[in-house]
C-alpha cells in the first residue's frame, strides 16, 4: 500500500504555507481567544461531543488567511494533511463538516465576537510595547460585492451601493479603519455602505485617548463635524490640485510642500493592512449578504494583520522568554 493511502505527510520540505502556519502558531494568543469563545460554545449535553473550540478556531482562522468558503474549507481538511495537523486533527477522528464550520463563525458573529478578538489581540500587543495610542491614521477602501441580480434573491445586496471613485464606478461597501500613527496597527474597524463619505466616520474611528489625527484631502472637514473632540487635531492632506499648484521656488510654498511630505509619510501607514488582507489574505471580495456579516470578518482580519505585521517582533520576543525558560531551569 501507498504511504500517501494511509493519510501519512511525511514530506519534510518547508513550504511557505507550512512556515506560516508555523508562524502564525507561535504569535496568535490561542489561551486568551479560547478562553474569550468558551463561555459561548455548545457544551455537548446531547448526541456527538462538540469539537474543541481550538479547533474550530485554527480551522475559522485558516478559512481566512486562505480564503476558504465553508464548503471549501470541509474538503481542505480531508485533502490537505498540514490543514488538519494545525487544527489537532488526523484520520481516527471525524472532521468537522460545513454545517459544523458555519455554526462556529455564526457563534462568532451573533455574539459579536470579533470586535472583541480584535480588542484582545491590541491589548496583548501594546503590554508588549508594539502599540502606542498618541495618533491615530483614519483611511477607507472599498470592497467589492457582487453586482449580478442572478442569485435566490433575484436582486442585489440591498446593504451594499455603488459609488464613483476617479471615472469608474464600484458596487460594494467600504472598509473604514482607523490605525495607530506609529506602528500601523488596527484598533477600529467601521463598515457601511460604499456611497458612506469618509469624512462622516472619521471621527468614529478615533478611540479617544489620542491627541493627534491624520487623513487624506477626502477627510477635509473632520475637525468642524458634530461629532469632533476638541482635544484631537487633525492634519489632513492638501487637495492635490492645490498642492500641485504651490510655487517651490517661494520659500513659505516649499515649507507648505515639505509639510504635507511629512503628513504623507505618516498617513502611508494605514495602506499596509490593507495590502496584507488583500495581498496577503486575498479578501478582494465581500463573502456574505449584509453589512454586519462581512464588517465582522473584516474586523477579524485586521485583527489578524496585525498579527502578521509584527510577526518578526513577537517571535523574537518569543525566542527571549523561551531562552530565559530554559536557563532557568
Not at 11 to 26: C, N, P, V, Y
Not at 62 to 70: I, V
Not at 270 to 279: A, C, G, Q, S
Request: charged share 25%; aromatic share 6%; net charge positive.
Amino acid at each position: 500500500m501507498q504511504q500517501t493511502e494511509l493519510g501519512l505527510n511525511l514530506s519534510t520540505k518547508r513550504t511557505r504555507k507550512r512556515e506560516f502556519l508555523a508562524q502564525m502558531e507561535r504569535v496568535v494568543p490561542w489561551t486568551e481567544l479560547e478562553a474569550l469563545i468558551a463561555p459561548y460554545a455548545p457544551q455537548g449535553l446531547r448526541g456527538r461531543p462538540p469539537f474543541l473550540v481550538s479547533t474550530m478556531l485554527r480551522i475559522h482562522f485558516m478559512q481566512q488567511w486562505f480564503t476558504l468558503s465553508d464548503p471549501a474549507m470541509e474538503e481542505a481538511l480531508h485533502d490537505v494533511p498540514l490543514f488538519r495537523e494545525f487544527a489537532a486533527l488526523n484520520y481516527e477522528t471525524r472532521l468537522p463538516d460545513e454545517s459544523t464550520i458555519l455554526r462556529f463563525r455564526h457563534l462568532l458573529e451573533e455574539n459579536k465576537l470579533a470586535a472583541q478578538i480584535l480588542q484582545t489581540v491590541n491589548e496583548l500587543l501594546q503590554a508588549k510595547g508594539l502599540l502606542l495610542k498618541a495618533g491615530t491614521v483614519v483611511d477607507a477602501t472599498l470592497i467589492a460585492a457582487p453586482s449580478s441580480t442572478k442569485n435566490a434573491s433575484g436582486e442585489r445586496d440591498p446593504e451594499m451601493h455603488q459609488t464613483k471613485k476617479g471615472n469608474q464606478w464600484h458596487f460594494g461597501m467600504k472598509a473604514h479603519i482607523g490605525v495607530d500613527a506609529d506602528s500601523g496597527l488596527v484598533h477600529t474597524v467601521r463598515g457601511t455602505a460604499a456611497n458612506v463619505n469618509d469624512v462622516v466616520e472619521a471621527n468614529s474611528l478615533l478611540h479617544g485617548q489620542e491627541s493627534d489625527a491624520f487623513g487624506d484631502a477626502g477627510y477635509q472637514g473632520a475637525a468642524k463635524r458634530a461629532d469632533a473632540d476638541e482635544g484631537v487635531a487633525w492634519h489632513i492632506a492638501m487637495r492635490p490640485g492645490k498642492r500641485r499648484a504651490l510655487d517651490k521656488t517661494r520659500k513659505v510654498d516649499a515649507l507648505v510642500d515639505q509639510l504635507e511630505a511629512l503628513k504623507a509619510s505618516i498617513r502611508a501607514k494605514v495602506e499596509h493592512p490593507f495590502r496584507v488582507i488583500k495581498r496577503q489574505f486575498g479578501h478582494l471580495k465581500v463573502r456574505y449578504r449584509g453589512l454586519a456579516k462581512n464588517t465582522a470578518q473584516l474586523t477579524l482580519l485586521f485583527a489578524l494583520s496585525n498579527l502578521w505585521m509584527v510577526r518578526r517582533k513577537l517571535l523574537v520576543l518569543d525566542g527571549h522568554v523561551r531562552l530565559k525558560v530554559a536557563n532557568a531551569r
